[in-house]
């Protein structure tokens, strides 16, 4: 399957803001986006075009592909599932991004960062009630019960992992139990519970179009 192997660290300085793709990097000193907080690429620094428009639309749309490191074909199914559902478009799409098994294992702390979370999905190192697997877009339902198997929780990146996130507020519609490394899903996670720096209705009309 294709993906993104590319230095994500250029994904945030070409959107101009942190993406939060390298987990403690991005809240460090190393950041590179507080070195040099302009485009990437020979001419970047002195291109400081206006966007507008059409242009503000896609860039919404870019930092939520690159947020939850989904390609153009799987977002587009994403946003056309929830412009089909009952409710508010962009709050839905926003909702189903969230309920990706890969975030939902960065949201319990079993990785610092979604890139590391996917990894550790497709490693098989995650459960969803009791049965492993390994489909980072797998979508969980409230009630689900997420682990890190029992063979798995001793990765030293787990561990690491997970006492760091231990120090952070935990999002209200997950419990979390950073011990046993395990969790449950307690509700669909509402846009107030996801902070983004994505206006999801720019990305509605985007497509609306």
Known sequence: MARYTGAVCRLCRREGTKLFLKGTKCTS????????NFPPGQHGKDRKAKIVGYGLQLHEKQKAKRIYFTLEGQFRAYYEK??????????????????????????????ISRRQARQVVRHGHVQVNGKKVNIPS???????????REEAKKHVIIEQSAQYAAQNPVP???????????????????RKDVNLPVNEQLIVELYSK
């Open 138 to 148: 797998y979508q969980v339902n409230v009630g689900d019960v997420i682990a890190i």
């Open 172 to 190: 209200a519609w997950i419990d979390v139990d950073f011990t046993n490394l395990s969790g449950r899903v307690l509700s669909l996670p509402g």
């Open 29 to 36: 000193d190393r950041c590179p986006i507080e070195k040099r």
């Open 82 to 111: 929830a412009n089909r559902a009952q409710g508010v478009t962009g709050e839905l799409l926003i909702q189903q991004l969230e309920r990706r098994l890969d975030n939902v294992a960065y949201r319990f702390g079993f990785a």
